[in-house]
């Protein structure tokens, strides 16, 4: 076969025998003189360190006949060129199986030379090869494909490396002398021969002859008494103030007695980590409170806080972590108790008491809190004199006297959790919408842009930072980009409604660009009802449907569109009706998409009359895209579109035999895609399209659809006349027979 006549389908159809190439060539090369075990061979050899550098110095160096021979190569092949003097390599490595006897009969100067001659042999057999391999390589793989397949190949090459380098450990690890590396020599030369072999079997590299992010009474304390949200309250933080603040109190006693730590390293442990760690949470803590509300700050951190009882509970016993485990425990525990503290008080203030009856409310809140806490004092101390003698292990947990306050404090934490999920809220976040805020997109980006966005100096800078805040995805950014919705700026109202579409979908998002939809801005309503498309809620879809009517035919197109994106096929009646009367291109287009969209199989005849009629080259495709859909498997497609803008005739070749493997076809049917398909991959696109419409006519209707052989016809009509002039018709014509058979 000739350079000349050598397809991208056929490249590409014989580049498996250039994987397995690589991958047998992986395995030689490994095993040999391209891993540890050839260094290893010649310090067997009793070779010395300059030896050893001298010989594995021939490899780079024969490189340098390669400008000499290239015109020699080119003339006698590159394929032949490679395939030959790569075999020859194995024949030299062969060489040295014999190693063993020369030493014997020779001794070691001779051995020297012997390896020397073979070394050189290999690296000017390497280089001559690779002098053909290079050009040779450039012609076989196509440069539509070449990086994905360097990358697919790269990593088979890279597995199947693992696996030859745990073969050499192996081998290594065997007691048998020069006996190991001649045993890992032979199994290279198999999978050096089967390399060669591979290798033969790759097309191309035929000879060339021419190379060239006021007052108060009894009467005021019992209507606060009669405050059942008030008693909740109390209720929970008397339940957390008996569970926690005794193993609060006695925790350095356990610390020290337990954990094994000297007085200074309490010190550190309990202070020091919770000074940290309540300071590095503070912000954070009372930004969120006053952004999503207390309750679900505060319940977020009596989540965390259940689970420091058990950390303390399971530290290391006088070992060498249990001071790094103490400062984690404490750094964890003062962060989560800013949560807490943050959170209850501002609830307290901002929802449980009422600001006209302050006064009442905090005194029995006062009087409550200060009961209880004084109470738990004297239990907790009370417990720990009662628990003296206990010791022992229960799974893996250590029983010692402070083993029922963590207990307790772990159980009461949990109640507590109950007890605050009943009080009101301040705002309708959820502890799991809170939650999901900081686990959803990238909320680290999402808290740079928002700090920058409020520090932009100009409308730049805060377009910049609004267009930022839609990649981070983040529900954080959320008050951000509505503020950017009210922004005086035209462009950063603009640029606000491209990133909201960015975002995962939220009631209030939806609901501002529902109003931007209804609202007097044309620029912006367009905007607005393409990013309600693109968000994918249900909610806008009544404001998408009074675009409809809207004034303008540019709001009329994009909910059209984005109607047909969200699937609201209710208003396919009226967009039939419609379509047939609308004289404005743009939006008989935009229907047809909408109606493609929503795969309504009635409209396809109407689709198929304004694809006939429209010159648009991008709305022809748009049209015929529309049409794939009703068809199904878009994405087959979009595929196919992005082959053919690559390699045309490749793509038509390979979708043909992908049809012929999926249809069981009479041998005569298959004959004609099999030269269908070879014309086409010769680029002849006249002779192709002929034979195309021959097939389409010939297959039985009853293979396809009633709506895939309205299509087929069309196409094949349409192709018939005009040939391959608009492509968008064969790629259609493609699509429909592979994704339009009867399932």
Excluded at 42 to 60: A, N, V, Y
Excluded at 166 to 195: C, K
Excluded at 444 to 454: D, G, I, L, P, T
Excluded at 645 to 661: E, I
Aim: proline fraction near 4%; charged fraction near 15%; glycine fraction near 8%.
């Amino acid at each position: 076969m000739t350079t000349s006549t050598l397809t991208n389908a056929e490249k590409i159809r014989k580049l498996r025998w250039n994987t397995a190439f690589s991958g047998f060539n992986t395995i030689f090369a490994l095993l040999t003189f391209f891993g540890p075990a050839y260094v290893l061979f010649l310090d067997e050899l009793g070779f010395t360190k300059t030896q050893i550098g001298f010989l594995l110095s021939f490899m780079p160096f024969t490189g340098l006949v390669a400008p000499l021979i290239a015109p020699a190569v080119a003339r006698f092949g590159y394929k032949r060129t490679f395939v030959t003097f790569w075999g020859a390599r194995k024949v030299v490595t062969a060489g040295f199986l014999l190693t063993p006897w020369v030493l014997a009969e020779f001794g070691h100067d001779a051995l020297l030379v012997y390896v020397m001659i073979l070394a050189a042999g290999f690296a000017l057999s390497r280089s001559i090869a690779e002098t053909g391999l290079l050009p040779w390589g450039q012609e076989y793989i196509p440069n539509t494909i070449r990086g994905r397949y360097a990358a697919v190949n790269e990593i088979i090459s890279r597995l199947i490396g693992i696996g030859a380098t745990a073969l050499a450990s192996y081998i290594l690890g065997l007691a048998i002398g020069l006996d190991r590396f001649m045993l890992m020599f032979a199994i290279a030369i198999v999978f050096g021969i089967l390399a060669v072999w591979s290798a033969s079997k790759i097309p191309g590299g035929a000879p060339i002859r021419k190379t060239g992010v006021g007052s108060m009474s009894h009467r005021h304390l019992l209507r606060a008494l009669r405050d059942n949200n008030l008693l909740l309250y109390i209720a929970g933080v008397g339940i957390l103030t008996i569970g926690t603040t005794p193993m609060a109190s006695f925790l350095p006693l356990f610390v020290e007695q337990q954990a094994g730590l000297s007085e200074s390293q309490v010190v550190i442990a309990l202070q020091i980590g919770s000074l940290v760690g309540g300071l590095a949470a503070t912000y954070l803590v009372g930004w969120a409170a006053d952004r999503y509300g207390s309750k679900p700050v505060l319940l977020s951190g009596l989540y965390i806080k259940i689970l420091v009882p058990l950390a303390w509970v399971l530290i290391p016993r006088s070992s060498d972590w249990s001071l790094t485990a103490a400062l984690v425990i404490s750094a964890i525990s003062g962060a989560v108790d800013i949560a807490w503290l943050i959170g209850s008080a501002r609830l307290l203030y901002v929802r449980v008491v009422p600001r006209e009856h302050s006064a009442e409310y905090m005194a029995v809140y006062y009087a409550a809190v200060g009961l209880i806490g004084g109470i738990s004092q004297v239990v907790g101390g009370g417990l720990l004199d009662l628990t003296q003698g206990i010791s022992g292990q229960f799974l893996i947990f250590t029983l010692d006297p402070f083993f029922p306050l963590f207990a307790l404090a772990l159980v009461l934490t949990a109640v507590g959790v109950v007890i605050f999920s009943r009080v009101k809220a301040d705002s309708p976040v959820s502890v799991s919408e809170f939650a999901t805020m900081f686990i959803h997109g990238n909320p680290v980006q999402a808290f740079e842009s928002m700090f920058r966005y409020y520090r932009a100096r100009d409308e730049r800078a805060t377009i910049a930072m609004t267009e930022r805040m839609g990649q981070t995805k983040s529900p954080l950014t959320v008050e951000e980009l509505l503020e950017a919705l009210r922004d005086p700026r035209f462009n950063v109202r603009f640029e606000a409604i491209i990133s909201i579409a960015r975002m995962e979908s939220d009631p209030r998002l939806v609901e501002a660009l529902c109003q931007i939809l209804d609202g007097t801005e044309v620029s912006l309503s367009v905007v607005a009802a393409w990013a309600l498309g693109r968000m994918g809620d249900a909610q806008g879809v009544e404001a998408l449907r009074r675009g409809l009517d809207a004034p303008y035919r540019s709001i009329q197109v994009h909910c059209a569109r984005a109607l047909g994106t969200l699937g609201d096929t209710t208003i396919v009646p009226l967009l039939l009706e419609r379509l047939g009367s609308e004289t404005d291109k743009g939006l008989r287009i935009a229907y047809c998409s909408a109606l493609g969209s929503m795969r309504t199989v009635e409209a396809a005849p109407a689709l198929l009359e304004v694809l006939e009629s429209t010159t648009n080259d991008g709305a022809r495709l748009e049209l015929a895209l529309a049409l794939a859909r009703i068809v199904g498997q878009e994405q087959y497609f979009v595929r196919l579109l992005r082959q053919f803008r690559q390699d045309k005739g490749t793509a038509v070749y390979q979708t043909m035999m992908s049809l012929k493997r999926r249809l069981a076809l009479p041998y005569g049917e298959q004959r004609q895609l099999d030269q269908c398909a070879h014309i086409f991959s010769l680029d002849d696109f006249t002779g192709g399209v002929a034979h195309l419409v021959e097939i389409i006519r010939t297959f039985p209707p009853e293979m396809y659809t009633p709506v895939g052989q309205t299509i087929l016809d069309a196409c094949a009509s349409h192709l018939a006349s005009s040939g391959a002039e608009h492509e968008e018709y064969l790629l259609l014509a493609l699509h429909t027979l592979v994704a339009g058979a009867e399932k």
